[in-house]
């Protein structure tokens, strides 16, 4: 039995039948259990109750906890005001320019993110620099689930009744896996073109089916995600190269055509000829990568930035630079290629994702350095030469990835546990591994190239 109720109406938009009616969902008929939420959550959720304000687990917290999986963090939405809300929690700070968030600070450097509900999203605004009066942008609760995404975006869970309010049928959504949008599909996107990301990555996470309407709006505004801020897209892309499911947030990409807005130099590989492939190339690595985070269960993986975005354009670097084709690579061909490989990435790669110049310099290492990592291969040892360079560790990870894409051995998940070091890759003149001698302090991997001349061709020597 579902019960429907009047909540908070006074909303702009209806929604899709017509009403401002929410389905209020009692605790008895969904699966969310107060155990299951974060207990600092739950400390804010009680503490806005208790001061007399209304106070809800919104976003991802309810769809993830729906879905019976652990949410990565837990965004509260309240009807205090950002003063009221600081203080309320004394440790706390405001955040946001254009809308305020408060953040509530919990010992072992845990956050809490508390928002003011809101009539529009942060990023439907045709003027994105300007600072609304504050009193603009707060809204109702129905407001607040229309300027939302995806209706299994926009879901509440209510502390007090333990219920879940939906003003967007996302409970039916999450029960029958649709990936949906709120509102009108084109007119949202065209307002914020970063929603059909979200859209292709929670159909991905989720296995869930994009909606037709959602689907065709996507396809026919697929381009105008070049007309997003290359930073925003360039977090977006690092959230799905990371999400254990790249694999198929790929396949969706691929096939609504939004992956060859954000890869034009992938567009020949995947389409000519010997499209089938290139498709299989490229789905190998991404399995690899999705393998990495599905088997390191509990424990943290962390895949460098540099690494994800080598492992996303691995198949086409192979193609264009035919690096499984060179059986030997020495002297001055070396820097030739590792400079042609720069050079294209410049092209390709910098400006569109706004990558900074060390990590394109880094994922050119990555790559000229397969050649050489498959070249002294030795029934799965390196000679000690090769042991001790700067740029060890991370190629001969590098070249586990590729070698699994190939179909060789699963790489070492151990290899990727979680060091803070492993973000910062440094391309600096020394060619020791750190720790190993006088580059001792030094963190990441180096270029293949010293600053200082004492190779041939200022190529190092082994
Ligand atoms: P994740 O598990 O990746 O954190 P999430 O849905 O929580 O998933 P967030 O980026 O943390 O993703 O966003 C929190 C919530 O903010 C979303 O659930 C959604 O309701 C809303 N939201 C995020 N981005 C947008 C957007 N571009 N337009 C409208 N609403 C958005
Ligand atoms: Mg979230």
């Known amino acids: 039995m579902t019960m429907t109720a009047a909540v908070d109406s006074g909303g702009s938009e209806p929604d899709r039948d017509g009403g401002v009616t929410a389905r209020v969902i009692p605790e008895s008929e969904h699966p969310i259990r107060e155990q299951d939420i974060d207990l600092e959550a739950l400390k804010v959720l009680y503490r806005l109750r208790d001061a007399g304000f209304s106070g809800y687990l919104v976003g991802g917290g309810v769809r993830d906890l729906y879905l019976g999986k652990r949410p990565k963090d837990f965004d509260i939405s309240t009807n205090a005001r950002p003063g009221q809300l600081r203080k309320l929690f004394r440790n706390s700070r405001t955040i946001g320019r254009r809308f305020r968030l408060v953040q509530v600070f919990f010992r072992g450097n845990k956050i809490i993110e508390v928002s003011t509900l809101r009539s529009q999203s942060e990023y439907d605004i045709n003027e994105p620099d300007k600072v609304l009066p504050s009193n603009n942008t707060f809204g109702t609760l129905e407001e607040d689930a229309f300027r939302r995404d995806l209706t299994i975006n926009s879901l509440f869970y209510e502390i007090e009744t333990r219920s879940i309010i939906d003003y967007v049928h996302g409970v039916e959504d999450l029960d029958q896996g649709v990936i949906r949008i709120v509102g009108e599909p084109q007119r949202r996107i065209t307002r914020d073109p970063v929603r059909m990301m979200r859209a292709v990555r929670h159909a991905a996470r989720n296995d869930f089916t994009i909606e037709k309407k959602t689907w065709q709006a996507i396809v026919d505004n697929r381009d105008k995600l070049t007309l997003c801020p290359p930073s925003r897209i360039r977090d977006e892309l690092l959230k799905d190269l990371r999400s254990g499911a790249s694999r198929p947030w790929a396949e969706i990409c691929i096939r609504s055509g939004l992956w060859f807005t954000l890869f034009p130099f992938y567009r020949s590989m995947l389409t000519g000829r010997n499209a089938g492939k290139g498709r299989e190339e490229l789905l190998a690595v991404l399995a690899a990568l999705d393998r990495l985070y599905s088997a390191a269960g509990d424990r943290r993986v962390n895949v460098p930035e540099y690494m994800l975005f080598a492992a996303m354009l691995l198949p086409w670097a192979c193609h264009r630079f035919d690096l499984p084709g060179i059986a030997t690579l020495k002297g001055a061909a070396y820097s030739q290629l590792m400079r042609a490989i720069r050079a294209e990435l410049d092209q390709v790669f910098g400006e569109q994702f706004n990558v900074k110049r060390m990590t394109k310099e880094t994922i050119a290492t990555l790559f000229v350095h397969l050649v050489t990592f498959r070249q002294h291969h030795r029934n799965g040892s390196w000679p000690k030469w090769l042991e001790k360079k700067s740029y060890f560790a991370d190629c001969s ?66």
């Open 397 to 462: 990870r590098f070249y586990g990835l590729y070698q699994e894409a190939r179909g060789g051995p699963e790489v070492d998940v151990a290899l990727f546990a979680d060091t803070p070091a492993d973000e910062q890759p440094v391309a600096t003149a020394g060619d020791r591994r750190p720790g190993s001698g006088r580059s001792r302090g030094r963190r990441g991997i180096n270029p293949a190239f010293s600053s200082r001349k004492r190779g041939v061709f200022g190529l190092r020597k082994g």
